[in-house]
């Protein structure tokens, strides 16, 4: 089962943004701006997280708090969003820029809330980017 890893293709980006609509809109118009930064990202998935608005079996709801959080490691770290193919389909993934680290936020939270863990997204923010660029830094030689 060989991966293709490509950049977004338009209908990629237009579905990232969907996504990324269904975290927005619980985003008060006075949030907005702090929403605007990594670390504003992180507080709402949190606080959504704590409120319990999203039930277990909300797969999608929560897939795209994930890519909120793609999102954030993007804002934060300089990952970039592409496309990665394979046998089971086309899924949006990040990579560690000149790297071949990827990482698949779609489903980070999903995967947890479903299986009954407390997510600590900033945890996991934190976590996910110190795994990856540490396998990066590996990578690169560096």
């Known amino acids: 089962m060989e991966q293709t890893v490509s950049p977004l293709?338009?209908?990629?980006?237009?579905?990232?943004?969907?996504?990324?609509?269904?975290?927005?809109?619980?985003?008060?118009?006075?949030?907005?701006?702090?929403y605007r930064t990594a670390a504003g990202k992180l507080g709402t998935l949190r606080a959504l997280l704590e409120a319990g608005v999203f039930e277990a079996d909300q797969t999608y709801e929560l897939q795209c708090m994930g890519i909120v959080l793609g999102d954030a490691l993007v804002q934060q770290h300089g990952f970039e969003w592409v496309a990665v193919e394979d046998d089971f389909g086309r899924d949006p993934a990040l990579r560690v820029e000149r790297t071949s680290v990827l990482l698949f936020p779609l489903t980070m939270i999903s995967k947890r809330v479903e299986r009954g863990e407390i997510v600590d997204v900033f945890d996991l923010f934190n976590g996910t980017a110190e795994i990856a660029l540490k396998r990066a830094t590996d990578e690169l030689g560096n």
């Open 9 to 34: 293709s338009v209908k990629d980006s237009e579905r990232l943004e969907v996504q990324r609509s269904v975290v927005i809109n619980f985003v008060s118009e006075g949030s907005l701006e702090q």
